[in-house]
């Protein structure tokens, strides 16, 4: 069963409107999706941290792309000058170009990156806009709120 009926789940909500685009995203598993290994981290109270594991890349050969909610990793190998001059016997350090992308919650923010020893870590935050926290709203007493038309006289007469 490859696809999946979410209507059900709609009738109540609002605002979903994605929903069914992560469905689909949690039920594809791509070929390559190993590749660089990676753990998610979460620091305190709305602070988080992507840890990729991108041994033999530098800082230059690799570029974090932030673009509506997807947080987009790529590494692309630069040319090495010596390659023709380098014997290898074993070569396990896979160094291969790799696209690795991440879905962030319309709170979530990148706020920055580092690369040290081989890893590469993204830091994210969770900021909540305030049109988006709990607020309060007031219950008012006045009927006479309520708009007063012809037909509502004709029956109170």
Same mark, same amino acid.
């Given at each position: 069963?490859?696809?999946?009926?979410?209507?059900?789940?709609?009738?109540?909500?609002?605002?979903?409107?994605?929903?069914?685009?992560?469905?689909?995203?949690?039920?594809?598993?791509?070929?390559?999706?190993?590749?660089?290994?990676?753990?998610?981290?979460?620091?305190?109270?709305?602070?988080?941290?992507?840890?990729?594991? =991108?041994?033999?890349?530098?800082?230059?050969?690799?570029?974090?792309?932030?673009?509506?909610?997807?947080?987009?990793? =790529?590494?692309?190998?630069?040319?090495?000058?010596?390659?023709?001059?380098?014997?290898?016997?074993?070569?396990?350090?896979?160094?291969?170009?790799?696209?690795?992308?991440?879905?962030?919650?319309?709170?979530?923010? =990148?706020?920055?990156?580092?690369?040290?020893?081989?890893?590469?870590?993204?830091?994210?935050?969770?900021?909540?806009?305030?049109?988006?926290?709990?607020?309060?709203?007031?219950?008012?007493?006045?009927?006479?709120?309520?708009? =007063?038309?012809?037909?509502?006289?004709?029956?109170?007469?």
């Amino acid at each position: 069963m490859r696809g999946f009926d979410i209507s059900p789940l709609l009738r109540s909500s609002i605002g979903f409107e994605n929903l069914n685009r992560l469905v689909e995203l949690a039920g594809r598993v791509e070929p390559g999706d190993a590749y660089p290994p990676y753990n998610i981290e979460k620091l305190g109270d709305g602070a988080y941290r992507i840890q990729m594991a =991108v041994a033999g890349f530098g800082r230059h050969e690799l570029d974090i792309t932030v673009q509506e909610n997807m947080l987009i990793v =790529v590494g692309q190998a630069a040319p090495e000058a010596d390659a023709k001059e380098r014997l290898f016997l074993h070569r396990g350090i896979a160094k291969r170009a790799f696209e690795r992308r991440f879905q962030l919650a319309d709170t979530i923010k =990148v706020t920055g990156a580092g690369f040290e020893n081989g890893l590469l870590n993204i830091e994210l935050v969770r900021e909540i806009p305030e049109h988006k926290k709990p607020r309060r709203v007031e219950i008012s007493a006045a009927v006479d709120a309520l708009p =007063v038309t012809d037909e509502t006289h004709l029956a109170a007469e």
